[in-house]
């Protein structure tokens, strides 16, 4: 099994709908993180948790909004989907305790909003 | 954190060594050079970090200049499958990564 898993992998939803991406980890990592990305460009984060009481906005958090239902899972919300939340989104960890420090991601959910 | 200036784009013949500069100019002492690829549009790969010494791995070495302002990936004999984005991050220890639009290295055969 995969260390940070994403699901669903793609989803095509209609706008006004809700959604929910789901991610999960068994890196025993007390960090994760959402980034989004678009086509031709990088990855721009959008919420981050540091422990399971703590979740803090990144870059482009508007129109999200996150749950950090224990150490394993993380879950992102569109809570009315809009097309120009269509993009690659990405799920990962990191332990800073770790002598790398590098950050794991799961395969990612293709979003489509039509 | 401190930013990066990387290349759009490269090409490099299979079999050679590829050379992926990054400029990182406001570097601070207590900041690393993270080194993530991405092939076509799975998650990032970690390739390789360092603070200031050179590092060397399975996948790659890192150079990084003695007053840190650049440093260089090197992929020392690229294959096809080297082909994807490659991102320079500086970060201190603790730190979230910021991702810039990377540098999009293709292996031409």
């Known amino acids: 099994d995969a260390d940070v898993t994403q699901t669903p992998r793609n989803r095509i939803t209609k706008t006004g709908k809700r959604i929910m991406l789901e991610c999960s980890q068994t890196?025993?990592?007390?960090?994760m993180y959402w980034y989004r990305q678009d086509p031709g460009l990088g990855l721009r984060l959008i919420y981050y948790?540091?422990?399971?009481?703590?979740?803090n906005k990144g870059e482009i958090s508007d129109g999200y909004s996150v749950s950090r239902q224990a150490q394993a899972k993380f879950s992102l919300s569109l809570e009315s989907a809009i097309p120009n939340q269509t993009a690659l989104y990405f799920c990962?960890?990191?332990?800073?305790?770790?002598?790398?420090?590098?950050?794991?991601f799961g395969s990612g959910t293709r979003l489509t909003v039509v | 954190d401190a930013k990066t200036t990387q290349p759009p784009s490269m090409d490099c013949a299979e079999g050679r060594a590829a050379n992926l500069p990054c400029n990182h100019s406001?570097?601070?002492?207590?900041?690393?050079v993270y080194w993530y690829r991405q092939i076509h549009s799975q998650g990032p790969q970690y390739i390789i970090h360092?603070?200031?010494n050179n590092e060397t791995n399975e996948m790659a070495s890192l150079i990084i200049t003695e007053d840190r302002k650049s440093s260089t990936l090197i992929l020392p004999h690229a294959t096809l499958r080297d082909t994807a984005v490659y991102y320079c991050?500086?970060?201190?220890?603790?730190?979230?990564?910021?991702f810039g639009t990377g540098t999009s290295l293709t292996v031409i055969p």
């Open positions: 990962a960890t990191s332990d800073p305790g770790s002598s790398g420090y590098g950050y794991t």
């Open positions: 890196k025993g990592h007390d960090r």
């Open positions: 948790s540091f422990d399971v009481k703590d979740i």
């Open positions: 406001t570097i601070s002492g207590n900041e690393y």
């Open positions: 360092g603070l200031k």
């Open positions: 991050i500086v970060i201190s220890t603790g730190n979230q990564f910021y």
